[in-house]
């Protein structure tokens, strides 16, 4: 069983025991979040059931593990002979979530 979930404005794919890092949420680390009003697709067994755009009854229990922040990205703009050149960087902040459960009503 697997569902298609969008959250963070980015479309996942998750199956129960999934580990996945989306955009920070403002949830505090242990806590379990229910998405009940994200859940796109949802295949269980052969059957495949696919929302308008959301699954009426689908819900996908997650669980936070931790909160923590992104590898560094390097942001470099230039302008070839204007001696014009700025560099900066970006961490983001990440969670990472494990999938507990799928349900379909």
Do not use: C, W
Not at 29 to 39: H, I, K
Request: no cysteine.
């Amino acid at each position: 069983m697997y569902a298609i979930i969008k959250a963070g404005g980015r479309q996942y794919k998750v199956e129960p025991g999934t580990v996945f890092e989306m955009n920070r949420l403002a949830i505090d680390e242990g806590e379990t979040l229910m998405l009940d009003d994200s859940v796109l697709m949802v295949s269980k067994d052969d059957e495949l059931t696919v929302g308008t755009p959301l699954v009426e009854g689908a819900k996908v229990e997650l669980e936070v593990n931790e909160h923590f922040r992104g590898k560094k990205l390097i942001v470099f703009k230039m302008k070839r002979r204007k001696s014009y050149r700025r560099k900066n960087g970006h961490r983001q902040e990440l969670t990472r979530v494990t999938v507990k459960d799928i349900t379909l009503a």
